[in-house]
């Protein structure tokens, strides 16, 4: 029999309703995470670097009757709030069947209510309790979970069933349906067999009495069904249900932004950052710019950013506190650009202009089509010259992301911004500084000859004691990711062509031999020399090695 919540006495009624929230995540690196009960934390990285696998270990780490180890969480410490003697949860959740015993709806098991409050003071999670709690939405289930509702299965659960029970959040999830995709999400609510979902133009209420009621549905009825949709829809339809239907505190989503255009998934970013329940913790695995974009934009103070940096058997977490994504976030260069989508590669290389970017891309391909070998998940990315490349790379770093910054030969004529993109990187100026001084020396010298030939011939015009000092802080530079131009400019790589840089690359490209053409040997090892640069500390010491 069920459970009559309308027949629970007064007193059981003080109960408070059990909860589950986590406290601390440990991660197989030691990094240790404390969140709140309404926090939102986003995993971020490459792809096969663990993101999907942290929402798995954090289902499995609640749910004690899995045995299987947990591959990137190592330990999960969580914080169990109220009673399994709450009868009004017991009357949400169970059923009694004709032995007395609960049976609980998702997981198909029957319990003595002795047990389930055992269970609960022991902080045990069995036999599929921890469902009650936590819920994975993976792309399979967002492709189904918005499918019409049989009324005859145990609706009240269902989260189309509390849609069709409360019309302002069927108009709110409407609203947000038709920002996404300019049609309107109507409950059917006329059916006698199951609760359908339509797309469409939505009929005016309005213009309805309730002797009218079967014409409004008949209009829903004859609209095209949600399931009957393509995937962006369906999927974007489920997280908008359980977004605003479901129970439970944990609530881990993989991918929200699969099947969706940018648009689409930065809009259902917002939502979700500006709708988070007070009591819900939100786990977030994506590889989308865009969705992570709208979060930000949402302003939530509870969103933490995670980059997984996979390091053969370990993922390296690098967390990126909410006060720290306030202030990047607040720079319009990081707002305004694709910077954000080098959290989703391996590697970004940041170049002055996207001509740069166009060239060594096109490099990077031919060196690795003529091996027969994938070209390394790397992006390239432009500043738009060297001023601003301080603000991405520091960016960058503090996101823990793998950084190269390529600027032309002539930042060593401008101590200002070499020192602040040194800086950048974590290069202890005074390493440089007495070798610059003879760079600059250098420059001066001859009322300045050489300093109006370094643009387009790099190193190479360099005299005295000005050619060893390069090297050494050369050497420096490109042990924390800075590679400078050697040859001045990438229209000095090939100064057979003498054009401006955008018809200098553009007859580049045209050639189709870039990885034979003898001209180009300096740029082929220029890059083959970036793309084996590796990362020693990512962030953690001192890119010098010194600390």
């Given at each position: ?7 629970i006495?007064?007193s ?13 995540i ?8 404390t969140l709140?009960n309404?926090s ?13 696998q ?10 004690e ?15 169990y ?7 009004m949860?017991?009357?949400e ?17 029957d ?10 003071e ?5 036999n ?30 269902h ?12 108009q709110k ?17 006329n ?7 339509h797309?469409?133009q939505?009929?005016?209420k309005?213009?309805y009495?309730?002797?009218?009621q079967d ?20 999927s ?10 479901s ?12 099947f969706l255009?940018p ?32 979060l930000?934009?949402?302003?939530n103070?509870?969103i ?5 940096n ?8 690098s ?12 720079n319009?260069?990081?707002?305004y ?9 391996e590697k970004?290389?940041v ?12 490099i990077l ?13 790397i ?11 301080k ?13 190269i ?24 100026w005074?390493?440089?500084?007495n ?6 020396a ?16 790099g ?10 000092a390069?090297?050494d ?10 590679f ?17 840089k955008?018809?200098?690359?553009y007859?580049?490209?045209?050639r ?14 220029f890059?083959?020399?970036v ?6 500390s ?5 890119p010098?090695g010194?600390?």
């Amino acid at each position: 029999m069920s459970v009559n919540p309308e027949n629970i006495s007064t007193s059981a009624k003080d109960f408070q309703k059990p909860e589950v929230f986590i406290n601390t995540i440990t991660f197989n690196d030691s990094t240790t995470l404390t969140l709140d009960n309404n926090s939102i934390v986003v995993f971020t990285g490459a792809n096969n670097c663990g993101k999907s696998q942290a929402l798995k270990d954090i289902e499995q780490y609640l749910n004690e009757y899995n045995q299987t180890p947990a591959i990137v969480v190592r330990n999960i410490e969580c914080n169990y709030l109220g009673t399994f003697e709450d009868e009004m949860f017991l009357a949400e959740h169970f059923f009694v069947n004709k032995d007395g015993y609960y049976h609980l709806l998702e997981s198909g098991n029957d319990f003595h209510k002795d047990t389930l409050k055992g269970w609960w003071e022991e902080r045990t999670l069995n036999n599929g309790l921890h469902m009650l709690f936590v819920k994975l939405l993976n792309t399979e289930l967002r492709l189904t979970s918005s499918n019409a509702l049989n009324r005859s299965s145990q609706p009240e659960k269902h989260s189309i069933y509390k849609l069709n029970k409360n019309e302002s959040i069927a108009q709110k999830l409407s609203d947000y349906f038709r920002q996404a995709f300019g049609v309107d999400l109507i409950v059917n609510r006329n059916e006698m067999q199951t609760i359908p979902l339509h797309t469409g133009q939505a009929p005016d209420k309005t213009a309805y009495t309730i002797d009218r009621q079967d014409d409004y549905y008949k209009q829903v009825a004859a609209l095209p069904k949600l399931q009957e949709q393509g995937d962006g829809m369906r999927s974007f339809a489920s997280v908008l249900l359980d977004t605003f239907t479901s129970e439970h505190t944990i609530t881990l989503i993989d991918e929200p932004e699969a099947f969706l255009h940018p648009p689409q998934a930065r809009l259902l970013g917002r939502m979700l950052a500006k709708n988070n329940p007070n009591k819900r913790q939100l786990f977030i695995a994506t590889h989308s710019e865009d969705f992570l974009q709208g979060l930000l934009d949402a302003d939530n103070e509870k969103i933490t950013v995670i980059r997984i940096n996979r390091d053969n058997n370990i993922n390296r977490m690098s967390i990126l506190e909410n006060n720290e994504i306030k202030k990047l976030w607040g720079n319009p260069l990081l707002r305004y650009s694709n910077i954000l989508n080098g959290l989703f590669h391996e590697k970004i290389i940041v170049c002055e202009s996207d001509y740069d970017c166009l060239f060594y891309r096109a490099i990077l391909d031919a060196i690795f089509e003529s091996e027969g070998k994938t070209a390394p998940d790397i992006m390239f990315t432009h500043c738009g010259g060297k001023d601003r490349m301080k603000d991405v790379v520091a960016a960058l770093y503090a996101l823990n992301t793998p950084v190269i910054a390529i600027p032309d030969f002539d930042i060593f004529d401008d101590s200002a911004k070499l020192k602040n993109l040194a800086s950048a990187f974590g290069i202890e100026w005074s390493l440089i500084s007495n070798n610059l001084k003879k760079i600059l020396a250098c420059l001066n010298a001859d009322n300045g000859k050489i300093r109006n030939m370094i643009k387009k011939n790099g190193h190479t015009v360099l005299e005295g004691e000005a050619p060893s000092a390069y090297r050494d802080i050369n050497d420096i530079f490109r042990k924390t990711g800075l590679f400078v131009v050697p040859v001045g400019e990438i229209e000095s790589f090939d100064k057979t062509i003498n054009k401006d840089k955008k018809e200098w690359v553009y007859d580049i490209l045209k050639r189709g031999n870039l990885n034979t053409e003898p001209s180009l040997e300096t740029a082929r090892a220029f890059i083959k020399a970036v793309v084996e640069y590796k990362p020693r500390s990512l962030g953690k010491e001192s890119p010098t090695g010194n600390g």
